[in-house]
């Protein structure tokens, strides 16, 4: 799949002192690394109303975008959840596929890793199959084209944020 950068904005939402703000995201795929980072609000100085970087998604929608449903929404923030970052994964494809199908949790001061490791050393997957250890490394997930041709037929955003 060839490189590309998408910048979509998704509608307006409101914060809790109801104001509305509009909710940007910008996606990149480059030489086999999807990035997605959104902004709530920008502003023209830069700064923005609400979060930056790994948003969530909001709850409080007033306007959806020209080309956005609720169920287009829910599949974007599915992907990125899924597929972010897809560069950067601490285990093999059977140790995340584990811990995907047997999500772990954990409190402060226990870490994500610390806990995911005892959780794959009990199911007899840490090391795995081939020998690697959960976080020894950082290992890369293709994206399915199928993923990617979704994020590219998103609708372009209907307007510049300050940013771009």
């Not at 904005?9 to 409101?14: F, L, N, S, V, Y």
């Not at 449903?69 to 950067?88: A, Q, V, Y």
């Not at 994964?89 to 954990?106: C, F, H, I, T």
């Not at 250890?133 to 994206?143: C, D, I, N, Q, W």
Request: glycine share 8%; hydrophobic share 30%.
């Amino acid at each position: 799949m060839e490189n590309f950068t998408k910048v979509v904005r998704i509608g307006t939402a409101k914060d809790y002192g109801y104001t509305p703000y509009s909710v940007f995201c910008k996606i990149k795929y480059v030489d086999g690394r999807l990035s997605i980072t959104g902004v709530e609000g920008p502003t023209q100085d830069g700064n923005a109303r609400g979060s930056c970087g790994q948003i969530s998604k909001p709850e409080n929608w007033l306007v959806l975008a020209d080309g956005w449903t609720m169920e287009r929404i829910n599949e974007f923030w599915g992907i990125w959840n899924r597929w972010h970052l897809n560069d950067m994964r601490a285990g093999s494809k059977v140790q995340e596929d584990y811990l995907r199908a047997n999500p772990v949790s954990y409190k402060y001061p226990e870490s994500h890793y610390e806990v995911a490791s005892r959780a794959l050393a009990d199911a007899g997957l840490n090391p795995d199959t081939d020998g690697y250890k959960y976080g020894h490394a950082r290992k890369t997930e293709e994206v399915p084209t199928e993923v990617l041709e979704f994020l590219k037929s998103l609708p372009d955003a209907d307007r510049t944020p300050a940013w771009v």
